[in-house]
């Protein structure tokens, strides 16, 4: 299945109102239920309750369905969403695949990518502290007496790893020092 790229779910208004306007409900619920026409409406058994005679109706005039038997109704995508317990954006991906519609990919403003690569260098900066902590702790003399104590408080190596616990050295810019050699210079 394609991983839905749009980022919070963001699907422009003008796509989802295209994907509408090519969705017929008929067609769509067709795929999950049979229908009869039955005068202006077609009508099926009910997908979201167990029923033997037909209480569900599919509009194609208002493009809408209802149940008499359950209550529930709603529009294409609402009817995707409950029939395949999905979110807003993935029925309207599901729809778009389903009518044809291709769903452009979301532009990536100079701001975003700014805020995302600050993010990242954030990210890599806090991965090389842990690890520089982590080393402190295995690979160090001021390390073995924290280990120690580690152990007396019953706390094995697997979860030390698991963890990535640390420790901080005895002086304020060590760390400083290794981040900036390891992360700074690959700006
Ligand atoms: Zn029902």
Redesign the pocket.
């Known amino acids: 299945m394609k991983v839905i790229q749009m980022s919070a779910g963001f699907i422009p208004q003008e796509v989802i109102d295209e994907i509408a306007a090519s969705a017929d409900i008929v067609d769509i619920i067709r795929n999950y239920v049979p229908l009869k026409k039955a005068g202006r409406n077609f009508q099926g058994l009910?997908p979201?309750?167990h029923?033997k005679t037909p209480?569900?109706i599919v509009s194609p005039e208002k493009q809408i369905f209802h149940?008499f038997?359950?209550?529930?109704g709603g529009n294409v995508f609402s009817f995707i969403m409950q029939a395949d317990g999905l979110s807003f954006p993935e029925a309207v991906q599901k729809i778009a695949q389903m009518v044809g519609v291709t769903i452009p990919e979301n532009e990536t403003s100079e701001e975003e990518r700014r805020l995302r690569a600050k993010r990242e260098r954030w990210y890599r900066i806090n991965e090389a502290a842990a690890q520089f902590y982590h080393n402190i702790l295995l690979k160090t003399k001021w390390g073995n007496n924290a280990l120690a104590y580690l152990k007396k408080r019953g706390i094995d190596d697997a979860t030390i790893h698991k963890f990535q616990l640390g420790l901080a050295p005895p002086d304020w810019s060590s760390l400083l020092e290794f981040i900036g050699k390891k992360v700074v210079k690959h700006q």
């Open positions: 009910c979201f309750h029923e209480s569900f149940c038997g359950c209550g529930v």
